[in-house]
């Protein structure tokens, strides 16, 4: 099991230490992870887990900020991985946001925090919603709770009641004023269009995200017009299996507040809505390069922060590129960025220019990759369409709200 | 491994205090505040408490304001009692004797009204960890862990294995596992059963080696009434703890077919969770419940599948890169079963180069008839991208696949347009691999050399593909219009080259090419063997100082001895033995699969209690047998050595296993000899081949294998052969000579475990460097469990070999070191 967690600054300093074991680990080993990570150049090219001479060490990095953990036995690895994952996901949640300074200013609430979600080395919970009620997060309300009251304390007096309830992830007795119930399909394109302009490869990762806030214990279900396009799908524990299982209905008690109720996967798209045909022609030193965008496949709806970035491979000198549509960046580790926002009505947007390559070299020998952006307000690209929420145990009628979006995940257009 | 010198180390941030100055001024603070009781003293408390801990979270040593901060604990205010409780937990260990004062205020707090409180209290009590409070600790566990709130007895439980840990006879005697058992099967709140199920465990497994009682308890653990209880509860469960008891039932043994079934629907929705953690441990589960019904597996990774995908899609790259590492055992494992999934292993361009190369290395595993012509095409693509370490992976993979494929015409041409590219890595990969691709297939020698004729041996610098090069200048002598002339050249920059492998080829190609050639090269052999003989590196010389007499001797014997007509190789050699796999497949879902090597590879010693092993290896101090005065410090070291060791070890059976077969060019030495199977003896002892020893070694009077069958598949963990190394006395104790051709293939320990292995004698521990290998072998007789141990201790430089052995029976021990002997005898023998 882990053995002692370590909060690492973007500079290697140790923001934090939680010892789990009555084996300590010493401090030095962060040392020997950040020559590592310096060695490396980066700490994202750093495998996640690692043999250091002592421990092995389990490693994430968010926004700057790593997560180690160590361990000395064989234990599964995505146990330790998760764990990182969903501490690193709490705590961002509790601080708004996570960085430097929003850790020190707030580590008291960390240890906390890690008290509650770890023991012995073993993860206990990790739900937000169970931990919020355990230790308050330090919002302005709970600042101005203090102020008034006098009672400064963070933590609630009370046990969760919800560690004895029959629905861990959810209190019994909730009460909101405005009963209202969100659903979002956030979906992720990903794409791959090789040399030749074929499109090799292209998913959707798709979630459904449900923003409840609801009295009582209320009992919901979520169909789809056509569910027979998902090719996979993961639950939020909360989802019952059966109902799925025969109907492809999601039957559930919502936690409070925002979750991801289930993510899903759909394969074998056959278009995207949006081309980039990049064209590079080599001539004595020399590169001409031009990229048009534009609408393939309208998805009915506008598309709009549609950018373009790609790496200048290392053996070009100079670049000069414009475009007849949106700002074209090149930014000092030479990745050049063109942004487009909308695609014009009256005009295809196209980039070009011309590349100056190292001196003896006559033609270009590495192609770069475009990755492109895209955001798509109001649809869901996958075509998964929301049927009909019902909801039950309700004393009044609730709100409902229903969104969709799509944006580019991993968008590739080789050239 | 470093000394601890960074808890000195200069923290960047300017609020940085100084030191000294700094926490004496807290401490008088401190104490100010200890007996006041004025209003708003919390507050001001709380802000010393946060300074404090802030000092100790950047590593300053506030261990001097103990007393000070136990005075102050006095309080109702709970944030100042978790930071109390958090200092306290930090510093007691090393301060025992201030640590008795707030025993007295933890143990007020463990029967607060609030439950909270009292399990705050009582976890930190719990790990205070000093051995000489336990005493302290027995009555606050004993009424937490019948508390009414939940919470509590949640905390009370690690608290008994925390105990446990402190003093394990305080733990026995208080009978704590008993009340933890009875919880576990009656209590109403599933993260106290899980708790329990987590401390009986490795209290049982831990007890189990002293006490007849604990063993069984552990054994029922995994009966029948105790899993289907954990199965019915599952749902109740965390997530995590959901994990815990996936791994247990993973333990389980069914006892029919309806039973597995039966399981199997139970836990299917598991499949579907969103902690990836549940998912691979139910995989785990199902993969093991069904090995013995080869439809149903089969069935098993369909339903797999599709799950691995989407948490490979799903999650942050850390986690889909344990989830491919998992995904590439399968792959590896069965890969008809993913050829149509192929596409889900084209590398997209942010991804990391970890990931990236675990894709190719699937990629290349799942390349079939169907597929391959789309799977080649995707990785030309890669070859011409940015990222130069892919672009080299990507080429080595085309060709893999050419080498694993019959149909290779269009790959060919592939990897010809390669050389075109007029990369120098490019062009050096591709040399590689068109070298091997002709040592397989000799028939497309001639489109090959046409192209490879064409690059300018200036353009080649890395060593190996410049060796690659220089093979194919040799052996395709006769159809290269410029060869002599090219190596001449090359041999005029003999000084320059720095490379000795290249030297070696050098020599061997300008002989090939002087018995094809005689009249062009005879000058560039001349310029070769004087530079050769010169030669500052050993192998080079002799090499040299050989081909030297050798032409002296005959030309006709060198010709047969340089230039022997060859065999297409059909098989190269698989790196990772199918045992080795096979064990990491049992381990799925733990460490092992993201190394790639079984856990007995690695995890530490200090968990598996071999110290002995690994400190002897680390300093190869022969005879130092006493291993109970193995001190702390020497423990640290010696995990680190030994992990150091298996770090090094990894990285050698890493290295052929990504461009093993890719790079073993024919080399003469008898280094090269594990690389190939033993059972193309034509192949496999290049250096036999060149002597022309091949008839006289098999000629050899073997001694005769004595009437002791082993069992093949015999088991030992470490902790066990400790034991048994320990309690047996040594039986024989002989001192033997090895033939020089074993010694000569000994260049690595793992040489000889191969070796061993293939004679049913496994080795458990091994190392050392040339001339000096010291080795662990076990080995059980095939009928009963009668165990042998063998310490064995090689100078490899004057051929000497020491022999200990141990027997259970006694009886059979000189039978069994003649068989050890005879083995070794045949050691670097075909």
């Known amino acids: 099991m882990l053995q002692c967690i370590f909060l690492l600054s973007d500079s290697g300093e140790v923001m934090l230490e939680k010892q789990l074991t009555g084996h300590r680990v010493d401090r030095s080993i962060c040392a020997w992870f950040w020559e590592e990570v310096i060695a490396q150049g980066d700490s994202f090219k750093l495998v996640p887990v690692i043999a250091s001479p002592t421990h092995y060490i389990f490693q994430v990095c968010r926004e700057g900020i790593t997560f180690l953990a160590c361990t000395q036995v064989e234990m599964p690895p995505l146990m330790g991985i998760e764990f990182l994952c969903r501490v690193a996901d709490v705590l961002s949640d509790y601080l708004g946001g996570l960085n430097e300074d929003v850790i020190k200013d707030n580590f008291v609430i960390v240890y906390e925090l890690l008290d509650e979600m770890i023991d012995n080395g073993f993860p206990l919970t990790t739900e937000a919603n169970i931990l919020r009620e355990m230790i308050a997060p330090p919002n302005i309300v709970s600042k101005m709770l203090s102020v008034v009251t006098g009672n400064s304390s963070n933590v609630s007096t009370t046990l969760p009641s919800a560690t004895a309830s029959c629905v861990p992830w959810r209190t019994t007795d909730l009460k909101h004023t405005s009963n209202e119930v969100y659903v979002d399909l956030v979906e992720e ?62 039957s559930f008690v919502p936690p409070d507040g925002q979750f991801k109720l289930m993510s899903y996967r759909v394969k074998k798209l056959k278009s995207t809505p949006i081309y980039v045909k990049p064209q590079l022609t080599s001539d004595c030193g020399t590169c001409r390069v031009n990229v048009l965008v534009g609408i393939r496949n309208d998805p009915g709806k506008t598309i709009d922060s549609i950018t373009v970035d790609f790496q200048l491979p290392s053996c070009i000198l100079s670049a000069d590129l414009t475009s007849n549509h949106g700002t074209v960046n090149i930014l000092a580790n030479k990745i050049c960025s063109w942004s487009i926002g909308r695609i014009p009505k009256d005009k295809a947007p196209s980039m070009s220019g011309t590349l100056v390559l190292e001196t003896g070299l006559e033609r270009l020998n590495v192609f770069p990759t475009f990755q492109v952006g895209f955001r798509i307000m109001g649809v869901a690209l996958s075509g998964l369409q929301i049927d009909k929420l019902d909801l039950k145990n309700l004393p009044n009628r609730p709100y409902k709200g229903f969104r969709a979006l799509t944006r580019a995940g991993e968008f590739d257009v080789r050239s | 491994m470093a000394p601890p010198a960074q808890s000195q180390r200069p923290s960047p941030s300017p609020s940085q205090p100084s030191g000294k100055g700094e926490v004496s001024d807290l401490k008088m603070q401190l104490r100010q505040l200890a007996g006041s009781r004025a209003p708003g003293t919390d507050d001001s408390k709380r802000d010393l408490y946060k300074k404090v801990i802030s000092y100790m979270t950047i590593g300053i040593d506030v261990s001097s304001l103990f007393s000070e901060m136990v005075m102050c604990s006095a309080t109702s205010d709970i944030v100042l009692k978790k930071m109390c409780y958090l200092y306290v937990g930090n510093y007691a260990k090393g301060n025992p004797d201030i640590a008795l004062l707030t025993i007295n205020f933890l143990q007020k707090d463990c029967k ?36 009414g709130s939940s919470y509590v007895r949640m905390v009370a439980t690690m608290g008994v294995l925390k105990l446990y840990h402190i003093s394990a006879a305080t733990c026995i005697d208080a009978d704590f596992p008993a009340m933890l ?129 989407t948490l490979v899609s799903s999650g942050s790259p850390e986690q889909s890169y344990a989830v491919l590492s998992h995904l590439h055992l399968l792959v590896m494992r069965a890969p008809m079963l993913f050829s149509s999934d192929y596409k889900h292993f084209y590398c997209q361009y942010n991804e990391s180069f970890y990931v990236k190369k675990l894709k190719l290395e699937m990629l290349t595993a799942v390349a079939n008839e169907s597929n391959t012509y789309e799977i080649v095409t995707e990785l030309c693509e890669y070859a011409a991208n940015v990222d130069i370490p892919i672009a080299r992976e990507s080429i080595r ?10 149909d290779v015409n269009a790959i060919v041409d592939r990897l010809l347009q390669f050389l075109e590219m007029e990369k120098d890595y490019v062009t050096a990969e591709t040399l590689v691999l068109v070298k091997d ?19 300018s041996s200036k353009n080649v610098q890395e060593p190996k593909a410049k060796a690659a090069l220089i093979w194919m200048l040799g052996e395709y002598a006769q159809e290269m219009q410029d060869a002599p002339y090219v190596l001449e050249t090359l041999i005029d920059n003999w000084d320059d080259e720095n490379s000795a492998e290249v030297r070696l080829h050098l020599l061997t190609a300008v002989m090939k090419c002087f018995l094809r050639r005689p009249p062009e090269t005879q000058k560039a052999l001349g310029a070769a063997l004087a530079a050769g003989l010169a030669d500052f590196h050993q192998d080079v010389h002799d090499r040299a100082l050989f081909y030297y007499r050798l032409l002296q001797h005959s030309v006709s014997v060198a010709e047969n001895v340089v230039n022997p007509p060859k065999q297409a190789v059909s098989v190269f050699a698989d790196t990772q033995s199918s045992e080795i796999k096979d064990r990491i497949f049992d381990e799925f879902n733990s460490l092992s699969v993201v ?49 150091l060791l298996s770090t090094s070890e990894k990285e050698e ?46 000629s050899n009077p073997e001694p005769l294998p004595p009437s002791l069958t082993l069992n093949p598949r015999a088991v030992l963990d470490p902790s066990a052969f400790q034991q048994k190394w320990r309690q047996l006395p040594i039986s024989v104790s002989q001192d033997y000579t090895m033939n020089p051709h074993g010694v000569a293939a000994l260049t690595t320990p793992q040489s000889l475990l191969r070796h061993m292995q293939g004679h049913s004698i496994h080795c458990i521990a091994s190392g050392g460097q040339a001339p000096n290998f010291k080795y662990f072998f076990f080995a059980q007789k095939a009928e009963e469990s009668s165990t042998f141990l063998v310490e064995c201790v090689i100078n490899s430089s004057s051929c000497k070999a020491q022999l200990k052995i141990k027997a259970d029976d006694e009886s059979t021990s000189q039978a069994f070191s003649d068989l050890f002997q005879s083995a070794l005898s045949t050691l670097g023998t075909p």
């Open chain 2, 595 to 643: 190394y790639q090597k079984p856990s007995y590879m690695f995890t530490d010693k200090e968990h598996r209690g071999a110290f002995s092993f690994s400190e002897e290896l680390g300093n190869l101090s022969i005879g130092v047998e006493d291993s109970s005065n193995v001190v702390s410090a020497q423990i640290v070291d010696a995990s680190d050595n030994d992990l």
């Open chain 2, 437 to 455: 691709l002709l040592r397989k297939y000799p028939q497309w020698s001639h489109d090959c050399i046409a192209v490879v004729g064409n690059i």
């Open chain 1, 189 to 250: 394109m990903d794409a791959t269009i090789n040399r030749d302009g074929v499109l090799v490869k292209c998913e959707i990762y798709g979630e459904v995200q449900v923003n409840s806030h609801l009295s009582g214990l209320p009992d919901l279900t979520l169909s789809f017009a056509n569910p027979s396009i998902l090719n996979d799908v993961r639950f939020h524990p909360c989802v019952r299996f059966r109902p799925w299982e025969s109907d492809q209905i999601l």
């Open chain 2, 397 to 406: 993979a085309v060709g893999k696949i050419a080498l694993q494929q019959y």
């Open chain 2, 112 to 147: 607060d009204e609030d439950p909270m409180i009292r399990g705050l209290a009582l976890r930190s009590l719990c790990s205070l960890r000093v051995a000489n409070l336990v005493e302290y600790l027995v009555g606050p566990l004993g009424l937490g862990l019948k508390d």
């Open chain 2, 653 to 698: 059976n890493r290295g052929p296993s990504s461009n093993g077969s890719a790079y073993s060019a024919p080399s003469y030495g008898a280094s090269s000899n594990h690389q190939f199977p033993a059972h193309s003896p034509q192949s496999s002892l290049a250096i036999d081949d060149l002597l022309g020893l091949g008839l006289a070694i098999s």
């Open chain 2, 181 to 309: 058992k009875h919880l576990m099967l009656n209590d109403p709140d599933a993260q106290v059963v899980a708790n329990c199920l987590s401390a009986l465990q490795e209290i049982w497994s831990l007890e189990a080696s002293q006490s007849e009682e604990a063993s069984r308890e552990r054994e029922a653990l995994l009966s029948k009434p105790v899993i289907y209880y954990f199965l019915n509860r599952m749902k109740e469960f965390s997530e995590w703890a959901q994990c815990l008891v996936l791994e247990l039932v993973a333990k389980y043994v069914p006892s029919d077919s309806n039973e597995i079934f039966d399981m199997m629907n139970l836990l299917e929705d598991r499949l579907q969770h969103a902690n990836g953690a549940v998912v691979l441990a139910t995989i785990k589960l199902f993969l093991q419940l069904t090995l013995s019904m080869t439809d149903v597996h089969q069935q098993v990774y369909e339903r797999i599948k599709a799950p691995l995908l």
